[in-house]
Nanobody, 122 residues
Framework: QVQLVESGGGLVQAGGSLRLSCAAS????????MGWFRQAPGKEREFVTA????????LYADSVKGRFTISRDNAKATVYLQMNSLKPEDTAVYYC???????????????WGQGTQVTVSS
């Protein structure tokens, strides 16, 4: 298994930017495809983005395409989520996740971080 710890959340005004980080430990980081999900109060957890083991392939939810960018640094065992042009509807707890399988047409989250709060004010 792998342990995941998110950081970088906070309060930002609409149109602003935040960069989330997810530090992994416990297993070889490069073995996992990585992703981000988010969950707003009273709503279901939703997929945001994912990245393959090598970082060559990515997937994005339509709601964040063109605004969010996922990246990874396998040497640092860290995955990042750069969030630009933030909107109030982006407000949620953001969770880092890991998948034993490499990224194809789907991301299967098997391991989760504790989450970090992102609040976008209007």
């Amino acid at each position: 298994q792998v342990q995941l710890v998110e950081s970088g959340g906070g309060l930002v005004q609409a149109g602003g930017s935040l960069r989330l980080s997810c530090a992994a430990s416990g297993h070889t980081f490069s073995r996992y495809a990585m992703g981000w999900f988010r969950q707003a109060p009273g709503k279901e957890r939703e997929f945001v983005t994912a990245i393959s083991r090598s970082g060559e392939s990515t997937l994005y939810a339509d709601s964040v395409k063109g605004r969010f960018t996922i990246s990874r640094d396998n040497a640092k065992a860290t995955v990042y989520l750069q969030m630009n042009s933030l909107k109030p509807e982006d407000t949620a707890v953001y969770y880092c996740a890991a998948d034993d399988y490499d990224l194809g047409y789907a991301f299967r989250a098997g391991y989760w971080g504790q989450g970090t709060q992102v609040t976008v004010s209007s």
